[in-house]
Nanobody, 120 residues
């Protein structure tokens, strides 16, 4: 199983970015999917999560500025980030709670991380 994240880059304050993360490999069921971020010198923190049924959770720091969505057919989770701030600069990691077969319990899988830099 692999999670491949893309969409990071350099953006000016107030700009927008969309991150994508596609899961591939032997997958039986994907439960929650989400995005986390880690800024230099800080712990990894939740940005947003979405359940298989579409329920969403956001960190207070991005609420109202971000939208998480998923395409269950494509096994992909998206994060649209608007009105970006300097403090949004971090490496963003996607995460999926999934089972590779019907016989195993779900486990957490992580993508490789994509850098988002907000700078003028």
């Amino acid at each position: 199983v692999q999670l491949q994240a893309s969409g990071g880059g350099l953006v000016q304050p107030g700009g927008s970015l969309q991150l994508s993360c596609a899961a591939s490999g032997r997958i039986f069921r994907i439960n929650d999917m989400g995005w986390y971020r880690q800024a230099p010198g800080k712990q990894r923190e939740l940005v947003a999560r979405i359940t298989s049924g579409g329920s969403k959770t956001y960190a207070d720091s991005v609420k109202g500025r971000s939208l998480i969505s998923r395409d269950n057919v494509k096994k992909t989770v998206y994060l649209q980030m608007n009105s970006l701030k300097l403090e949004d600069t971090a490496v963003y990691y996607c995460n999926a709670d999934l089972s590779s077969t019907q016989y195993v319990n779900p486990s957490a899988y992580w993508g490789q991380g994509t850098q988002v830099t907000v700078s003028s």
